[in-house]
């Protein structure tokens, strides 16, 4: 399903650079144009203007404590003489021997960066106009003393372009999901100029009026699968020029085992995508798009959801007597006293592996109760048995002749809250979990409700699902 309030909502509440942190960015850049303006800095200052995400709209939240940026370019007339490096030493010792920057500034290659506690960072990069002839421009490389042909402005128009013909903003809202995705996932490298330039190329004439980017998922599902289809008929990493100004290659930060990285990833994201968008069934839509996203995407709705079991049981029983809640029914009717996807709710993670090429194996988990977190273990429990909080609970993954799975395969767990007791204390799982120890895993029992605990056997060699367990219910009353 496109679930297209729901990426709204993603996109405001945890993509998007908020407007508290905009406005701090904001004021900061224009302390530094004021200082800069009012210094001893020698060049000519003509103007200032944004650059990079922050000029092109694509500027995300940072992921947990990572600092976001943005990037000023200053342009400036020529200092007869001045080597390339000059611009760059010069502009660094301004700000060092400032009482404001004097702890905040360091230089790099092509720029110097004022980074305010870990929160934010300003990159000022001076570019020369018209060193050599008319309407021609040039940054410093400080590293190698030499001056490059730059077209920053022209790359922010070229830019501004593909996003209105992308309609409704759709391009610069997909660069921000696949940005964000980059960094909530780390499964892939890829500089945010050459991400931007790949993504801004897919856009084609006419797309402004395509049904395929009426809305934010239907772009993404598109402008994806555009991009994983050009890697695909790409095996060896190709040039990727800057549009505007050819002679510069952007995809050389990159190298082949950083390229088919990429061009891997983002065929698997293509294909749970696709998946996620095709979906019908809501509930099971919106696991599949947190395959892709994680947790944050519709959160407050599927914890809402998981909380919510006990009515919907309630409701469904009605005529056949008076339950308290869901555990009081399980403990009557037993499984059957269970919802309809009971086990498929949309707060529980969706396996990551492809599955095995043979027949999946059987699973069988066999639960015994221990004494304590690392005491010996007891006597063996049956799935659907109510038991008390405070207990223990070992897990062991087994095949059917009742023997633990070679050292080959490892075992992940998913193990899935339910119900109030454990939403009030902001305990929703439903993520895997790895073994403790080898296909092994101990859990404490804590909150009233039906949970569930499901073993994976991967297989090391390809990282594929070997074989899955039923679930085993565990009623805790």
């Known amino acids: 399903m496109k679930l297209v309030s729901q990426f709204?909502?993603?996109?405001q509440d945890t993509v998007n650079l908020n407007q508290t942190r905009f406005n701090q960015l904001e004021s900061s850049i224009g302390a530094v144009q004021r200082f800069l303006s009012g210094s001893s800095w020698e060049p000519k200052i003509i103007r200032y203007a944004s650059h990079g995400s922050w000029a092109h709209k694509t500027i995300i939240k940072p992921v947990e404590d990572a600092s976001f940026d943005a990037d000023l370019l200053v342009y400036v007339d020529p200092v007869d003489e001045w080597e390339p490096k000059q611009y760059i030493n010069s502009l660094y010792e301004v700000f060092r021997t400032s009482a404001a920057y004097s702890d905040k500034v360091r230089k790099s290659s092509h720029c110097i960066t004022i980074e305010y506690a870990g929160e934010r960072k300003i990159d000022i990069a001076p570019c020369i106009k018209e060193r050599t002839y008319s309407d021609f421009y040039e940054v410093c490389n400080r590293n190698s003393n030499e001056f490059e042909e730059s077209r920053p402005g022209d790359y922010t128009d070229w830019l501004i372009n593909k996003n209105s013909e992308s309609s409704l903003n759709n391009l610069r809202k997909v660069t921000r999901l696949l940005k964000y995705l980059r960094d909530?996932?780390?499964t892939f490298t890829c500089p945010s100029f050459l991400l931007?330039?790949?993504?801004?190329?897919?856009?084609?004439n006419g797309d402004k009026s395509s049904p395929k980017f009426s809305d934010v998922p239907s772009a993404l599902k598109e402008v994806v699968g555009r991009l994983d289809?050009?890697?695909q008929s790409n095996y060896f990493l190709p040039e990727i020029h800057n549009p505007v100004l050819w002679g510069e290659v952007q995809s050389k930060c990159w190298d082949q085992t950083k390229y088919s990285n990429f061009r891997n990833v983002i065929n698997r994201y293509r294909g749970w995508i696709d998946e996620a968008y095709d979906e019908q069934d809501k509930d099971e839509s919106i696991a599949k798009w947190r395959r892709v996203f994680g947790d944050e995407f519709a959160k407050a709705e599927v914890v809402e959801k998981a909380a919510r079991i006990k009515p919907v049981v309630v409701a469904a029983f009605e005529s056949a007597g008076s339950w308290s809640d869901m555990v009081s029914a399980v403990i009557a009717l037993g499984r059957r006293a269970l919802p309809e996807?009971?086990?498929?709710?949309?707060?529980m993670e969706?396996?990551?592996w492809?599955?095995?090429?043979n027949a999946p194996v059987n699973v069988r988990v066999k639960a015994n109760r221990a004494d304590g977190e690392y005491g010996a273990r007891q006597a063996e429990v049956q799935s659907l048995t109510p038991l008390?909080?405070?207990?223990?609970?070992?897990?062991?993954?087994?095949?059917?002749?009742s023997l633990p799975f070679p050292k080959e395969y490892s075992v992940k767990w998913r193990i899935t809250n339910t119900d109030a007791a454990a939403h009030e204390a902001k305990c929703m799982r439903g993520q895997f979990y790895p073994s403790d120890t080898h296909g092994v895993r101990r859990e404490y029992l804590k909150y009233h409700g039906v949970h569930m605990v499901e073993a994976y056997v991967i297989r090391k060699s390809d990282d594929s699902v070997y074989g899955r367990s039923e679930v085993f219910y565990v009623v805790v009353n």
Request: proline fraction near 6%.
């Open 350 to 352: 969706r396996p990551k």
């Open 354 to 357: 492809r599955n095995a090429g």
């Open 8 to 11: 709204n909502d993603f996109l």
């Open 229 to 231: 289809d050009w890697l």
């Open 184 to 186: 909530i996932k780390t």
């Open 341 to 347: 996807n009971f086990t498929k709710l949309p707060h």
């Open 196 to 204: 931007t330039t790949m993504l801004g190329e897919r856009i084609q």
């Open 388 to 401: 008390h909080p405070g207990a223990w609970l070992e897990f062991s993954a087994l095949n059917l002749n």
